[in-house]
């Protein structure tokens, strides 16, 4: 699916990867805009068993309206969805193939009643879903700061845009303001989910020697935490759980996606024993440990938790 004539403005060449960013930009102010009034739990769960909030399902919606409508987009699904959706055209990594997009519409939505950072990941696959992390044609994120931007991971690299509505109001504007992200080489930040005493021995043991050395900033939003180590330098971890072995990450939709930034970027990803993005795919909703970092932290992380 690739188109020889590069688009000039540090874009994919693919005519299908630009084009999706450009709708998860669109819906982006969108969903901003609608958040205030869906801060309230919808009074369903998820295929994972979570809590849907009524911000999450209009997320859902108007990104899975948009992402549908693109040209060599044949399957979507999303977290808040059981299946993926037909979008018409058979995915596959033939020249005339379609993509599979995976979103996480709104990633960190328990920040939503704490009004903090929040974000949507968009993971786009030649392959039909569940597929690996190697079939990743492109991924990103937006996370909703103080400012919108978006991260986009491609053949070309990963950049930063900031998203905006046009000054009348009509349209929705990309603009490029790092071309090009590649994480600090020295360290600053650590940031683990999960409660500490369902972390097992040898992560604890991990967490107790790093933070010597970095300092603690964790949000509760993967998008902000994952943020965060790509522009300080440091580990973003949602670990295994003694509770919960497999963790809390979605595969597909989450872990993919920000492997394949992170990787783009010069770190490295892990589920504990090798990149997250050799895991094999068994289900749309199946969940990894995930850590994601400078390399050396992550070649630390893996000596540490895989010495059992
Ligand atoms: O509250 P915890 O256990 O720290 O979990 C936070 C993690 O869960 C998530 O909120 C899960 O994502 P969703 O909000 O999309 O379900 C991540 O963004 C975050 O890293
Ligand atoms: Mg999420
Ligand atoms: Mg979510």
Known sequence: ???????????????????????????APEIRAALPGRRVESGTENASGESVLAGDLYADELL????TAVDGVGSFVSEERESAV??????????????????????GSSNLRSNNAMGTVVGIYD???PASGRDLVAAGYVLYGPITTMVVADET???????????DGDGVERSVVEADLT?????????????????????????????????????????????QVLTYGGVFAYPALRSAPEGKLRLQFEANPIAYVIERAGG????????????????VHQRTPLYVGNEALIERLEAAVDAD
């Open 157 to 167: 690299g990963v950049r930063e845009e900031v998203v905006e509505r046009t000054s």
């Open 268 to 283: 490295a990803s892990s589920d504990g024993t090798g990149s997250i993005l050799d895991v094999e795919p068994e289900a």
């Open 127 to 129: 392959a039909p879903l």
């Open 64 to 67: 899975g309206d948009a992402i």
């Open 183 to 227: 994480l600090p080489e020295t360290p600053t930040v650590y940031g683990f989910g999960g409660r500490v005493p369902d972390w097992t021995a040898e992560f604890r043991a991990y967490a107790r020697a790093i933070e010597d050395s970095l300092k603690l900033r964790y949000g509760g939003a993967m998008v902000g935490d994952v943020n």
């Open 86 to 107: 037909d979008a018409g055209g058979a995915v596959g990594s033939g020249p005339d193939d379609a993509y599979a997009v995976a979103i996480d519409p709104l990633d």
């Open 1 to 27: 699916m690739s188109d020889p004539t590069p688009r000039g403005d540090g874009g994919s060449a693919d005519p299908v990867v630009d084009p999706v960013f450009d709708a998860v930009a669109a819906t």
